[in-house]
């Protein structure tokens, strides 16, 4: 056991909402690969790495205050792009019922994921890291091993965050937007580290009912791009939250 990160662990999840965090703290510390966190009302699974503690935290955190701050037809139909171990479509489908989610997410672990699901009334319609076709496509993503909330197919979008030599490179598969949107939709969630707009740029926002987009300033051009193009396509456009110098923006 890694004594200094027991001790760091248990300081932080005894304030948290965590009600297991002497075992989570021991999860940590002993690097166990999947850290069960236990919270009031719901149990998650997280992959152990050096910033699962602040996901568990303040990152579970900010992803109610955004949940709070939206509102959905019961039963509403999803797209969750960047959608990591699954957490804001299993709160999500809390606060609406029977949520269909299409996740997508090259990185997290399938199983991982699974685990975060299966106990909420949402389906899994999609996962590229599952897909294995001539319509996804295999790119290089650039993949942080501290925190895997920082994975980017754009370098300098991971290195803001992340020392180089914590960085590595894989091959994933990446999915079409323009191709996997072909009904209406009532929501398109995208959290994807600078590369928003090439993402979108193509799409038929007559299917998409609001975008929820987390676009972090640190990387101008990209956001620049995408809330204008964003602006242009909706006429409201509302600030939910807050992250890296940017901030989660609903347009609809």
Known sequence: ??????????????????????????????????????????????????????????????????IDNLSLPHGSLIIDGGSNIGLFSALLSKKV???????????IPYEVVRMNYIPYKFIDAALVSEKDSKDYPMKTMFVSNTSHQSNSLTHDCVTTSTLE??????????????????????????DIQGHEYEA????????????????????????????NLLRDKYENIKTIGYCKGGGDLLFY
């Open 1 to 66: 056991m890694n004594f200094n990160k027991f001790i760091w662990a248990l300081k932080t999840l005894r304030r948290s909402k965590v009600k297991n965090w002497v075992k989570a703290s021991i999860a940590f510390a002993t690097g166990k690969k999947i850290i069960k966190a236990v919270y009031e009302d719901d149990t998650f699974y997280f992959p152990n790495e050096d910033s699962v503690i602040w996901y568990m935290t303040k990152g579970v955190d900010s992803l109610q205050e955004i």
């Open 97 to 107: 019922g029977e949520l269909h989610s299409i996740m997508v997410e090259p990185i």
């Open 165 to 190: 030599e914590n960085i590595d490179k894989q091959m994933v598969r990446t999915v079409c937007l323009k191709n996997l949107i072909t009904e209406p939709i009532d929501l398109l969630k995208l």
């Open 200 to 227: 979108i740029k193509d799409i038929n926002f007559k299917l998409v009912n609001s975008v929820l987009v987390e676009t972090s300033f640190i990387e101008t051009e990209n956001a620049i791009n995408t809330v």
